[in-house]
């Protein structure tokens, strides 16, 4: 069974920084696209930022400048750091993984439980 668990969500103030982690565990084959998603109350979930497994990156216009993801594919795990938040910013982040269990199984979307980031002064 392959998990994602995502950390380092917690309450910062306007322009402060964080870090989100997410390591992926269990059977675990091949990692392909990784990525950071997120959903503010009453809001459906978003494309915050993704990267593939050579290291290419995608990132939504919202957090262009402001936002990096990258990834450790030795130790299968995806990091968001997030600068000059705003008060919208104010979301649960969820991880997101295109994994591959073993060889001759299919390629799952995997999703994390999610971390809470929450913006206010």
């Known amino acids: 069974q392959v998990q994602l668990v995502e950390s380092g969500g917690g309450l910062v103030q306007p322009e402060g920084s964080l870090r989100l982690s997410c390591l992926a565990s269990?059977?675990?084959?091949?990692?392909?696209?990784m990525g950071w998603y997120r959903q503010a109350p009453g809001k459906e979930r978003e494309l915050v930022a993704t990267?593939?497994?050579?290291?290419?990156?995608n990132n939504a216009d919202s957090v262009k400048g402001r936002f990096t993801i990258s990834r450790n594919n030795a130790i299968n795990t995806v990091y968001l750091f997030m600068n000059s938040l705003k008060l919208e910013d104010t979301a649960v982040y969820y991880c997101?993984?295109?994994?591959?269990?073993?060889?001759?199984?299919?390629?799952?979307?995997?999703w994390g439980q999610g971390t809470l980031v929450t913006v206010s002064s």
């Open positions: 997101n993984g295109n994994i591959l269990p073993r060889l001759g199984t299919q390629w799952l979307e995997v």
């Open positions: 269990g059977s675990i084959f091949s990692i392909n696209a």
């Open positions: 990267v593939t497994s050579t290291g290419l990156t």
